[in-house]
């Protein structure tokens, strides 16, 4: 029901800070009974959990990227945001958002979209 759509800016240089968009349709970021995650796969390795937007705004991070990671959200547009900031090579990765349902026992994830940091 719920579908979400990535969008980022494909190559960022080291240093900067990597933006990333997950557009959400079906349902309400801020009334939908989900927590909005963002998960990364960097090349041949396996998914790491970056960190989760709830639906009253509330947010937590994996401690490995807490101090390099900020969630966001634009309710006017049903979107939330991720910023990592000060990337190097090792940040390369397809950036997933994800909508997960506890009650419900399912996890609804976007196609994802390759992000490259290189200069």
């Known amino acids: 029901q719920v579908q979400l759509q990535e969008s980022g800016p494909g190559l960022v240089k080291p240093s900067q800070t990597l933006s990333v968009t997950c557009t959400v349709s079906g349902g309400s970021i801020t009334t939908s009974y989900y927590a909005w995650n963002w998960i990364r796969q960097p090349p041949g390795k396996g998914l790491e959990w970056m960190g989760v937007?709830?639906?009253?705004?509330?947010?937590y991070y994996s401690p490995s990227l807490k101090s390099r990671t900020s969630i966001s959200r634009d309710t006017s547009k049903n979107q939330f945001s991720l910023q990592l900031s000060s990337v190097t090579p090792e940040d390369t990765a397809v950036y997933y958002c994800?909508?997960?349902?506890?009650?419900?026992?399912?996890?609804?994830w976007g196609q994802g979209t390759q992000v490259t940091v290189s200069s």
């Open positions: 937007i709830r639906r009253d705004g509330s947010t």
């Open positions: 994800a909508a997960l349902s506890v009650l419900a026992g399912a996890v609804y």
